[in-house]
């Protein structure tokens, strides 16, 4: 997910053009020279102006480069996993799983859905069945015994109700 | 004085703020000793739980989640080379190359005395400064506020060892955030697009959870699992201690000092402290050469450091509302929550609750020791459990701390969307603390900048006439001048040393 610095920086510009116009357009406070436009259309206005800095390249010398942990003597090299060409869009599946849960927890209820959560998860990180599955079966009762039973957060039933 | 003081150890004196108290210190040096999983996050995870504890309870847990998490970032630091949170990341080399000298013992106890020391002190300035300060602050008006604030802007993006630019750029969207909503001076919807569930504005604990700990998880996904600790039997961890302690006891106090310092300026927390600790450690060692093969010094210093700062981090948040840094900026969300509304009368109206505060933060530092050992012994076991068993779980408590907030599903969209934008914008090396202080110092400051540009009828020179104003306009800006004169050092320092050589 690493952008050139110009898309970024294009991206902010065109952020704070927006945000500072639409701070413009917001009617003042009659009676007063300031109200609720003077904030976006000076934050905009600022942003507008990094994004321009970056695309040219100013501060670049500050940042500081990854520094690569050499590998230590006895301690073996992780062979490379091959990877697809989705690979990189692994990365979006917990802001998926989350925006399941906001679809779904309503109709299949709070165990269920933590449940397929957790196994997708905890497979996409690497584990086998025998892991993931007995995690995704135990680890959304006591979640819901912590937050639904302890804490009185009102998580949905759906399907399945917990047991207490 | 002494009746404040009995009722604090009163309003502490309670099953549930002992409960909550352990069980936080526990959690936090869970979290904080597992590698990727930062102080932040350990306490925003946290808020949800204080919604349904008493207001002392609910800063017990905050307070000791928080301090001993800085703490047992320091474990996989020494023994895996991987720093469990920013804050240890300045020595974590060290400490490695401590252990691989076979001083493991050595480092980690280090790290839990000279912790615990450098929190205590930290609470001492707390204790010190605060009253003094407030004082002060009774004083001061909204241009005051305004440029304080800015000036915790400021700090938190020359904190960013990133480019200023994205720094600043990162606090701009951060402020931009805290426009959406109708709570703005002219009370009109602001950049809701008509969705109704943006009238309220975006809170900051889903997006700080959403910044912090599913942006983590999402990097996760992409990185390789961290290698497996080494199993190893350790010798007694408190032995040697007094001795560094005798040694290097000016170090130690100048990292306090330092700690308090950074920790008391808006804007700059534990990080920024270990990072300035251990660099001033390195410049004014007498033994400069063993830095960097496993000295204890700097470790000494640094850890001393980045614990005071902690404590002394709530100075500003009590005062002002002003977070020193992100835990602090949680901190400060919960204070409202429990109605004791940040602000200079906070310590004439709750003297007693602020020294419960005190007590608590003592109290902390003290069990730290303790549990810090067992920690270290036992750490072993915890780094075993697997990423896929620890993250799944994370997730989880995302989902449902984030709809807790508000028992709406809007809290859980809010986690996910800051989840992508905190990810995005950390890969492309802006930093996400500054965004986050941007959001949650927003309203503020717009409510400060508009009510001080109403007062000054628009014009711009009543910002610099008050004297308190004038000191903090200036500092303001130096820190936003700061690296142009670091860049501009810069270019004249290669020139000065080519001539110098070509002499």
Known sequence: ?164 | MLKTLLEAFALISTWEVIIAMFAASVYGLVIGSLPGLSATMATALLVPVTFYLSPIAAIATIVAASSMAIFSGDIPGALLRIPGTPASAAYADEAYAMTRKGQAELALGAGVWFSAVGGIAGVLSLMILAPPLAEIALSFSTFEYFWLALLGLMCATLVARSSPVKAIAGMFIGLLVSCIGIENPGGIPRFTFGITDLFGGIEPIPALVGVFAVAQVMRAMLTPEPPPLPRRKFGSIMAGQWLLTKKYHWQMTRGNIVGIIIGVLPGAGADMAAWVSYAMSKRFSKEREKFGTGHVEGLVEAGASNNASIASGWVPSLLFGIPGDTIAAIAIGVLYMKGLNPGPTLFTEKASSMYAIYLMFIIANILMIPLGIAMIRVAAYILLAPRSTVMPIIMLCCAVGSFAIGNNMFGVVTVAVFGVIGYVMEENGYPVAAMVLGIVMGTMVEQAFVTSLIKSDGSILPFFERPVAAILAAMAIGALLWPVMVWVWRRVKPVQTAAATSR
């Open chain 1, 1 to 164: 997910m690493r952008l050139p610095d110009t898309v970024t920086g294009s991206f902010l510009v065109a952020l704070g053009a927006a945000a500072a116009y639409g701070g413009w357009l917001l009617p003042p406070v009659p009676g007063q020279p300031v109200g609720p436009n003077v904030f976006p259309l000076v934050i905009g206005t600022g942003l507008a102006l990094c994004g321009l800095a970056i695309v040219f390249g100013i501060g670049h010398s500050f940042e500081e480069e990854e520094e690569l942990i050499p590998l230590e003597d006895g301690q073996a090299a992780a062979a490379p996993r091959p990877q697809g060409k989705f690979h990189g869009l692994r990365a979006l599946l917990p802001p998926a799983l989350l925006l399941f849960y906001v679809v779904a927890a309503d109709r299949l209820g709070f165990i269920i859905t933590a449940a397929i959560m957790v196994y997708v998860t905890s497979t996409a990180l690497g584990a086998k069945w025998r892991l993931a599955l007995p995690l995704a079966a135990l680890s959304p009762f006591a979640i819901h015994l912590i937050f639904g039973k302890l804490l009185r957060v009102p998580l949905p039933a759906g399907l399945l109700p917990a047991p207490w």
